[in-house]
């Protein structure tokens, strides 16, 4: 168990980070420079904080108020960083040994042995981290602080270097790794399908603070606010207003749109307490219809960009002051059959469309 | 007269010895801190290090002999203490040390900047203490340049001239050190004196070139050079 709730001053903005995790993996998402790696490194006793505390199992590492500050040697976390920071001057078998002192060394070959073995980097033992490629480096980074058997493990954007298919690998070794590792791992990375993965939650954080810590599906689902929303791939995002809601369904409209759309009410939004707000659907949740119905609007199609999977399509909504694109994601024999210029009835389904806080609430 | 030569030898060798020894854990101290020193007074701190490369060493001469002169601060502190500076053995330490002390600071200084700091983060989270961190990391990784101060800083104690001669003199057996015999029988027209000290210098200066090369050449940081060339690329 980690608990974190740390202040700092820093020179671009403000850390307030307040989390806690319990045997788990928690991905950490937001754009760099938001306070992702800082906060590692709080945890890790490299950096300190202004106050806060900061507890790992049953031991306090940091406390403001009763001047507890272990230092990063003494706290059992073991850190992987992005560029792996392995010894150059050292062999494999050096780095992963080198938190052994010398009276512990007796046995420490075969858990070498061990360690090397569960790596898959057998036949390397002798090399120096200049002959090993970026895979290998990683593994080793990953093997020595394992082998310090730490009761926390912080990755800082772990597998940022590699290639895509190395990359893949890594994350599955990763995962079952995890799962015979007794302690929480902090994952840090900027790649959001990375990030979803391999944590079974989700912190975001945005300028040195946590915006959202859910469940995966929980911020998927019903992301906190515009960062959340487009960092989860939400990319209609709308400005609208709040008609009227019962207990089961809200009444939006779009800013400058003249109807009303339909929202399934699925948790309690806080509505009292704004009534502007933003609306978001996913491109692949917009619906192309020909019959007329309840949460549809009108557009013309402006772009079709065709992509690897599946094509873009970009439309102008109808009946708007102002403008509003809509982006619908198809198949790509849909997309065939529609041309620029056309008119289309978009679906907007009520149990797709979210909603979140306006930027100003 | 066998002995002539041998005099200025046997003071040189032991003011370079002495003075290169206490340049070089001076000077890595002084640079450990100051790599790490980021206050408001950092760049005249590195400054004031610095000057006595850039000053005439005859300036720095005078500076030293108003510090350890009679009337000079350090000077009456040894007075009182029984003892002085001025033309005598150690004389000859103390301007090798003040004239080399920037070479050994500012190449050193440079290596430890190269660290990367997240290596060194890495050896702490591993349950290093900081003197582990700094010899068993932040020195090797330095190392060569570290080396290369040291071998700045020794040539430059073995050629010392102008400050020494204002600070400890030209007295035989005592302070005459090989490039200040060397001038003095080059006046007197002892050729021979000169020529035999000219050859002395140039073994020495080749020989050591040679064994510091060879040193440093068998550290393991060959890898670390071509980790740095390889992190470079991508």
Redesign the interface.
Known sequence: MLEVRIKKELSGFNLAVDLATDKEILSILGPSGSGKTMTLKCIAGLVRPDEGYIRLNDQVLYDSRKGINLPARQRRVGFVFQNYALFPHLTVQENIAYGISSSQRTGVKTQIAEMIDKMHINGLEDRYPGQLSSGQQQRVALARSLFQKPETLLLDEPFSALDTHRKEGLEYELLSLQRNFSGDMLFVTHDVGQGYKMGTRIAVFESGKIVQCDVKKTVLDEPANRTVARLMGVKNLIESEVIASDDSTISIRFQGLEKNLKLRRTKNYGLSEYRRVIAGIRPEHVEITAEPGENIVQGVVSRIVEGVNYASCFLQLNEVKGSIYIEVSLAKADAALIHEGQLLHLRLPPDRLIMMKSDSA | MTESYLLPLWISLKTVAAATVITFFLGIAVARWMSRYHGRAKHLIDGLFILPMVLPPTVVGVGLLLLFGKNGPLGQLLLALGTTIVFSWPATVITAIVVSFPLMYMTARGAFEQV?P??E?????????EWKVFW??TM??AWPGIAAGLVLAFARSLGEFGATLMLAGNIPGKTATIPVALYFAYQAGDMNQAWILVFITLAIAFSSLAILAYWRGR???R??V???G??SQ?
């Not at chain 2, 983060?121 to 203490?129: E, I, K, Q, V």
């Open positions: 990367e997240n290596i983060d890495a050896a702490r989270t591993l349950g290093a203490s068993t990391v090797p990784m550290r393991p940081n890898k670390h071509r980790l740095l390889a992190r991508d």
